[in-house]
Structures are given as C-alpha cells and as structure tokens.
C-alpha cells in the first residue's frame, strides 16, 4: 500500500507540474517568439542574421549552473562597430578583441549579478584547455532583430558568447564559431 500510495503521489505531482506555465526544476521552455525583421547586419564573425518573417524563441531563463554547467560558446566582437552591436552592458564600453571577456545568456547573466565577475570556461573537445574570462555583457535572450543587436536573433538559453582571445586561449578554430563548452563561476 505505501508503494502505491508513493507512486500515485509522484504521479500526481508529475502531472501537475507538466501542466502550462508550472516550473520544472532543471527546464527552461521558451517564454515567447520575436518575429523577425532583417537590418543591416554586420557579418564579420559570420552570425546569424534575422530574416522576415521567421519567429525566433525568446529566453528569460537558462539551465542551472553547476561546477560544469553545458553551453555552447559562441564568437563575438566586443569592439565599436564590430557584430556585438553597441557598448558591453556592465561597463558602457567596447573591448578589446585580445581581451578575455564574455556576455552570457539572459537567465545567467541574472540582470546584470555576474558583472565582472570571472567564470572559468573549458573546451569539450578533450584538448583539456579552460581560461578565466571576465563577464562584461549580456548575450540577450529575449530581444533582437533591431540596430542594438545586430539584427541577429535573441541568444539561445545556453550561450556563452566570447572574444576572439577566450577562442584563442582555449586553442579552438574561430572559423567554426560554436562549440560545445563547460563553465563555472570562478570567482567563488
């Protein structure tokens, strides 16, 4: 009997947290969709570009960090004029492609709680390489398709978008401009 009413129970809580809008531990669905509206977008680290038309998911949430939280890391140029659009969003200014920063995903970036803060990034290429980065930015995972963000589509929810230098430090070929990646908080 105490089996069953122990499976009934994790049933009924199963089902009444499948339901609409109930938060899963762990999940994080897309909160709405941007429709697209394409721009002049700056290509020069080859990034997706809005079309007309298409619906892009929108974040407001990120997957739980860990000691090895999965991402994908992207390429990005922090420099004025380059495809990061306008300044980095914890300082109000441009970095250095030789720098070693990064902007994350919306829910990671926490509203702006993990500026200048340094997170430990490691390839998962089995190469063994990981580098301290400093967050300066966010890669926004709800708005885009305008000037601001390079007519580039909202960040997925996963997305650690770095400098040329992080790339270069973790010894991958910036020419590919995603791979799957590890991080942690490292100021901690």
């Known amino acids: 009997m105490a089996t069953f009413l122990m499976a009934a129970l994790s049933t009924t809580h199963l089902a009444s947290s499948l339901r609409p809008g109930a938060a899963i531990v762990g999940v994080c669905r897309p909160s709405g969709y941007l429709p ?80 200048g803060h340094r997170v430990r990034i490691t390839a998962a290429n089995g190469n063994g390489r990981s580098v301290v980065a400093k967050v300066v930015d966010e890669c926004d995972s709800v708005h885009g398709c305008d000037g601001e963000h390079n007519y580039e589509p909202p960040c997925d929810n996963n997305i650690v978008d770095a400098s040329p230098a992080v790339w270069d430090a973790l010894g991958l070929d910036k020419s590919v401009g995603m791979e799957d990646i590890t991080w942690s908080d490292a100021d901690e």
């Open 36 to 115: 697209g509206k394409s721009g002049n977008c700056e290509k020069s680290n080859d990034p997706d570009c809005c079309e007309d038309g298409k619906t892009y998911p929108q974040y407001r949430c990120s997957p739980p960090v860990t000691a090895t939280t999965s991402a994908v890391l992207t390429l990005n140029s922090f420099e004025k004029g380059k495809d990061g659009g306008g300044p980095s969003e914890c300082d109000n200014a441009y970095h250095s492609d030789g720098e070693l920063v990064v902007a994350l995903s919306t829910g990671w970036f926490a509203g702006m709680a993990r500026c």
